[in-house]
């Protein structure tokens, strides 16, 4: 096994660990009420943590041709996954049987650190790119991922509504360019 599957396998364990408490979630939303009212917010915001987190594992394979020599390179690499852990878990409530339970404002309680979550995410990606990938601090991925740092930490301190429906937009924007092939994905 070379240090790169070594590296991936827990890398992505931590991700389906991630993963499976989301939908966990859902399933828990759903069992609530015979016709649970799902608050549309709290869906995109859901789903695209989902696909967030897919289309983060399936960019692990640009790392292939990486040598792996260090061990601050695995801690690279694993820091971002580690963060859609609590991010799965804030999004994915336990609402009690036979008690009323208001989606859009449980979404409204957490979306500080749901958005500041995906800041530190976002972040930590970046930092993964530039440290082990050798992307350039000059590219404009880069450029883009921190104005959608910036966007998610003005929208989570000033706790604007409005300012958190673009950010989401802002993801499902390029999220939607990768799954529909308007943007080449990366690794693949």
Known sequence: ?????????????????ALSELMAGWGRILRHHQRPRIDWLFAAWSVGILLLGVLHWSGLWLYASVPFETLPQLFALLAPPLLLVPLAFL???DPKADVSFD???YFRDISRPTLL???AFTILSLVADV????VSLFSIEIAWSLGFVGLLVAAAVSRSEKLGIVALATLWISIAGFVFGLVDAPGW
Do not use: H, Q
């Open 103 to 105: 989606l859009g404002a």
């Open 131 to 134: 440290a082990v990938g050798g």
């Open 117 to 119: 979550l995906v800041a």
């Open 1 to 17: 096994m070379s240090k790169f599957e070594f590296t991936i396998t827990i890398v992505s364990i931590v991700i389906a660990f």
């Open 91 to 93: 999004l994915s409530p």
